[in-house]
């Protein structure tokens, strides 16, 4: 077979020697050498060689202090280049059938119309395609903004590389300024000095919009549009937005005390701001290009006997930007400027009327072709990102509104609402939401952490709908939950129906779900509240990690499953939230295979999910990317809704139930139960290091006192993505696999695979993780880290991950993770050698560090560039 990686690999070369070269001339030619060296011996280990892994440990053991962290640097940026070169890969023109997707769209197209389905309703449900990728500031991404900028600039490199038509001279250029680049990234320090502010991430969301989301958007609707038009003649309305986006970063305060709501209060005017900035460069351009004298007679009417009448309302809205922005630079200083209704923009169609005005003036005079191109584009971008940019979401922790009202009703000498039965509950809050006069006495002083949610409600309340998404309560239980926020945004004076959106995220709360929202939905007021509309936000790290995934895919598509009874039976509309990390422990996977394995019904034409951290980057950082994705998400969507999946056969049902059951038993067997767990966590992984690592704004645990059960989702797994044993992405599962199997259920399990997209994408998942995890590189932490009386633990977890890997591969039938997956593996494959030294590196590092009381800087920060290292060579942090 023809080396279908070969481009690939040669650009990884490329870009490899010519990292080389720059150590070399940092760092000297045997420092190079001894990189060399430990590459090579790392390599042969692998293959099993005990002398070439003795060699390199004692290599790396000798290292001395200021080589450490130039040593981790080394690998780390090796990995992070060959991230590049895969990235690029993807959108490159040598892309191969084996890596790239074909076009989803072109082939849904094809593959619906003409059969099942017909054109029109086909058109129907893209025009109203609703689907809402949700940008969260959750503390996933290790990579410094500076650097990422840089490493877009190397793909820019990579792709004028590609044009067979570039000169000599002009290959030379490209090749100096790659150069300069990569010294630039050598010579930088990866690992941010301070944490970023919560406005600092809500920056950074506003840079993938504005270095990419705001070209691909219209990109993707002009070749949807294309391939839509070749197939029906019908062409897309200029107001069509499949995909939008909200977010969470400045809005998401739960357990994090520095999202306060000044901060939303800010964030909310810079997503403007920025929005103002890129529709004013628009405007800019598109005065030049309208320079049109024929109109239509509505456009004439403006302005009549204008030789310019295009301009004449573009140079309107130019001014009206420029006014817009002084104000919002004027707020984000901390003034209350004065302006009139007229002078700025306030709402879309401030934006929108007078350009759809020009577009069917262009139209009607016989300039169609002109419409269609940046004018349309505007219109496009409007659709999608309005004048806010982003929806911003507020989460706030259900508890903390269940302390603001037991808080009030002690002021009040009611009792103590935070004591009082769940019916006695909604009782009060039913009761004081009919009520017309308000329950807050303005003599009341509420606690600082009380004040702070009633400020939040206050601000929800002053904003314009648009600017809004929903309001997100997470760990919410009861109907209760939901109540006490609409009572709270009742008494802060908020006159429009925002969202309100249980998260449910424990297994618990999950199998409750459909009963808490019925008992919601019974509510006659409340079923007037929702609008016919009623969103509920599916957690997938937390429940997975409150009861393993295997036991918590099950609640959650049990769960779906019901919510979309109960909602088809009460008339109101179902919109499910997706709460999904980046990493298969929390929930993440191919957003396209995970979209067509829900349950039926469950996407019926929307569906909202969380998009975080590096999966940010690695989904829409470059414009092309972008595109790819979007596509992915509109077919998967499109799909779903008009081809949904099979029902579950009932004796699949019955076995899924019963994998969930003892899956979870065995999960909680060993991190509720077994007492030597916790203490063995602790010192196997770098869970402790990880939380001096200032990836996010946010604290690592949602208590400073809590133990593990208030570690967040995602430091729990980075910790166990870093001694590579995954422990999180598969305890549980295999055993209930293997005991499935036991039964001569392996019959069953194997028709499951095949037939059910739910069951089958859960496998592929599992293999996936199996194939990233290394016991021998855990055993090698447990060795260095762990003591001794614990070592009997690890033996027996890593026993069981032999147990899945073995019960997997027969269910599989084939003698290899992955068989199906070539190029995942083949990626996997080529960076161990790079990772492993880290690994091992890592691991004399957390034993050095751990034994000293202050351990020196370079050895500090060698440890960090360790992590940030793995994590690199991983393509995630946890
Ligand atoms: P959360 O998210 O901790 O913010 O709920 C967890 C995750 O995304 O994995």
Known sequence: ????????????????????????????EAFLDKVEQIRQLAKQSRRGDESAREQMLALLTALPDEELAPFAKAFNQFLNLANIAEQFHTISRNCDELVCVPDPVEQLLGRILGGKVDADAMLETLQTLDIDLVLTAHPTEISRRTLIQKYSAVVDCLQEMENPLLTEQEHKSVMLRLRQLIAQIWHTNEIRAERPT?????????????????QAIPDFLRQLNDKVE??????????????????????????????????????????????????????????????????????????????????????????????????????????????????????????????????????????????????????????????????LDIRQDAGRHCDVIAELTRYLGMGDYAHWEEHEKQAF?????????PLIPVSWQPSDEVAEVLKTCRL????????????????????????????????????????????????????QAASCIQALLDIDWYRGYTKGMQEVMIGYSDSAKDAGVMAAAWAQYCAQEQLVKVCRKAGVKLNLFHGRGGTIGRGGGPAHQAILSQPPGSVDGRIRVTEQGEMIRFKFGLPKLAVQSLALYTSAVLEATLLPPPEPKQAWRECMQRLAEDSVLAYRGIVREEPQFVPYFRSATPEVELGKLPLGSRPAKRRVDGGIESLRAIPWIFAWSQNRLMLPAWLGAGEALKAAADRGDMPLLKEMERDWPFFNTRISMLEMVYSK?????????????????????????R??????????????????????????????????????????LQTELLARTRKEETPSAPVQLALMLTIAGVAAGMRNTG
């Not at 809050?429 to 006069?437: H, P, Q």
């Open 773 to 797: 995890a290394e016991p021998n590189l855990a055993s090698y932490y447990e060795q260095c880290l762990v003591p001794s009386e614990l070592h009997g633990l690890g033996k027996k977890l």
């Open 230 to 391: 070749e197939r029906t003649g019908v062409q897309l309305a200029t107001d069509i937005a499949p995909v939008r986006f909200s977010s969470w970063m400045g809005g998401d305060r739960d357990g994090n005390p520095f999202v306060t709501a000044k901060v939303t209060a800010e964030v909310l005017d810079r997503n403007r701001h920025a929005a103002a900035r890129l529709y004013l460069k628009d405007i800019v351009e598109l005065v030049n290009e309208l320079s049109m004298e024929q109109a239509n007679a509505e456009l004439m009417a403006l302005n009549p006997g204008s030789r310019e009448p295009y301009r004449d309302v573009l140079r309107g809205l130019r001014q009206k930007l420029r006014n817009t922005i002084d104000y919002l630079n004027a707020r984000i200083e901390g003034h209350q400027p004065e302006v009139s209704r007229d002078s700025i923009i306030w709402e879309d169609a401030d934006i929108r009327e007078p350009l759809q005005l020009l577009y069917r003036s262009l139209c009607d005079c016989g300039m169609r072709l002109i419409a269609n191109g940046l004018l349309l584009d505007i219109l496009r971008r409007l659709a999608c990102f309005g004048i806010h940019m982003l929806r």
């Open 429 to 437: 809050l039913l009761r004081e939401l009919a009520n017309r006069r």
């Open 799 to 840: 026993q069981r991950l032999a147990l899945g890997i073995e019960a997997v591969l027969e269910l599989t039938g084939s003698d290899s993770l992955m068989a199906h997956t070539p190029w995942n593996r083949e990626s996997v494959r080529l960076r161990n050698p790079y990772i492993d030294p880290l690994n091992f």
């Open 1 to 28: 077979m023809a080396d279908v990686y070969a481009p690939l690999r040669a650009n990884v070369g490329m870009m490899g020697q010519i990292l080389g070269d720059t150590m070399r001339e940092h760092l000297g």
């Open 198 to 214: 919560p406005v600092d991430e809500a920056r950074w969301g506003l840079s993938t919009i504005e270095t990419s989301l705001w």
């Open 460 to 511: 929800v309340a002053s904003q314009p709908q648009q600017a809004l998404g929903s309001y997100v309560i997470s760990m919410a239980s009861h109907p209760s939950d939901v109540l006490a926020v609409l009572l709270l945004l009742k008494e802060s004076g908020c006159s429009y129906p925002i969202r309100v959106v249980p998260l449910f995220e424990t297994l618990d709360d999950l199998n």
